[in-house]
């Protein structure tokens, strides 16, 4: 089992920056794929960006340019650094992990509860 506990959501004004941290705990063998997705009401939730535990990271074409993902392995912990915010950023933003409890069984999706971001003058 996996817990995961975002912070670092809150208010901006556009072209403001915030950086989202997602720490992982619990009991597993490792943390395949790290990412980060939004969602706003009455909308499905997007991918925003994920990273494998090599580093190699994918971005939706929307945030490219602007947000950088990275992670630290020997912390499990996973940044979203945002910048130049627009407000159609707005939204929940989730923490997502893929983990594996042993070497070889398939990875199980986490999720954390979500953290806000306003993007609003």
């Known amino acids: 089992q996996v817990q995961l506990v975002e912070s670092g959501g809150g208010l901006v004004q556009p072209g403001g920056s915030l950086r989202l941290s997602c720490t992982a705990s619990?009991?597993?063998?490792?943390?395949?794929?790290m990412g980060w997705y939004r969602q706003v009401p009455g909308k499905e939730r997007e991918l925003v960006a994920r990273?494998?535990?090599?580093?190699?990271?994918e971005y939706v074409d929307s945030v490219k340019g602007r947000f950088t993902i990275s992670r630290d392995n020997r912390k499990n912990l996973v940044y979203l650094q945002m910048n130049s915010l627009k407000p159609e950023d707005t939204a929940v933003y989730y923490c997502?992990?893929?983990?594996?409890?042993?070497?070889?069984?398939?990875?199980?999706?986490?999720w954390g509860q979500g953290t806000q971001v306003t993007v609003s003058s």
């Open positions: 619990g009991s597993f063998f490792s943390l395949d794929v």
């Open positions: 990273i494998d535990s090599g580093g190699t990271s």
């Open positions: 997502n992990v893929q983990s594996r409890r042993r070497a070889h069984y398939t990875p199980v999706s986490y």
